[in-house]
């Protein structure tokens, strides 16, 4: 009686894996593990993933490896509160410190060292390299304004910018759209709720539109708050 119950609100969790640098092509053959009960694993050679779970708190992981050594990784912690279909798309980072998978050969044990060593080059480069992009880009944006600017208000949707289909790509056009018809002002976990996105997408967009100059996002405690710039007749939108 009891498992018929909880196969009865079970909930289905699934998503697409991604390498950090790549949201177009998924990272295949990638390791993924739920501490369900019993504790589920797969290996998901196309790149998607699925789960059965029943409510409750669970940690996903995931890890890829590249002839035998941890090359990408993430942990992240989901809430099922109820029964139905939940994307949950992983993002994953090269790891703070190696992993190697298989058994050790000692006549080869200098060749996997050099290996070893290479990658924590590789990845001190890329930590290095994201740190001084982020540390660009928040430089940019905190830049003053020039004398007389006026400051952004916020404003009713119908006197902002529309944007056309030819405009923009019509993914970006779409959320665009709807972050207008939320008053120009909604959070980005309920815009994630009204598209058909998973969450690295929705964050890629995102960034995507602030880059382009036609929202801004702020952060409020946990939540993300996204705002559409005010109308600037001076201002063209970028094509697509």
């Not at 050790?104 to 390299?129: C, E, G, H, M, P």
């Amino acid at each position: 009686m009891t498992s018929l119950i909880a196969c009865a609100q079970a909930a289905t969790v699934y998503g697409t894996i991604y390498e950090w640098s790549d949201f177009d092509n998924p990272l295949k053959n990638t390791w993924v593990e739920v501490n369900s009960t019993p504790a589920q694993k797969v290996l998901a050679t196309t790149g998607t993933y699925s789960f059965n779970l029943t409510p409750g708190s669970y940690l996903i992981k995931a890890r890829y490896y590249h002839n035998d050594i941890l090359e990408y990784t993430a942990d992240e912690e989901i809430q099922i509160d109820k029964e139905g279909n939940f994307t949950h798309d992983l993002l994953l980072f090269p790891p703070t410190d190696f992993e190697y998978l298989g058994d050790i050969n000692l006549t080869s044990s200098l060749d996997k060292s050099d290996s070893n060593q290479r990658y924590y080059i590789i990845t001190i480069i890329l930590v290095f390299a994201a740190f001084f992009i982020l540390l660009w880009l928040r430089k940019k944006k905190n830049k003053p304004k020039e004398q007389g600017a006026e400051e952004a208000i916020e404003i009713p949707p119908e006197n902002m910018a529309k944007t056309e289909s030819t405009e923009l790509p019509e993914d970006l056009h779409e959320i665009y759209e709807l972050i207008l018809k939320k008053g120009g002002r909604v959070t980005q976990r309920d815009l994630r709720k009204e598209v058909k996105y998973g969450e690295a997408k929705v964050s890629l967009m995102i960034a995507d539109l602030e880059n382009r100059g036609l929202i801004k996002k702020i952060k409020k405690g946990r939540a993300n708050i996204i705002i559409a710039e005010p109308k600037n007749n001076e201002v063209q939108f970028p094509k697509s």
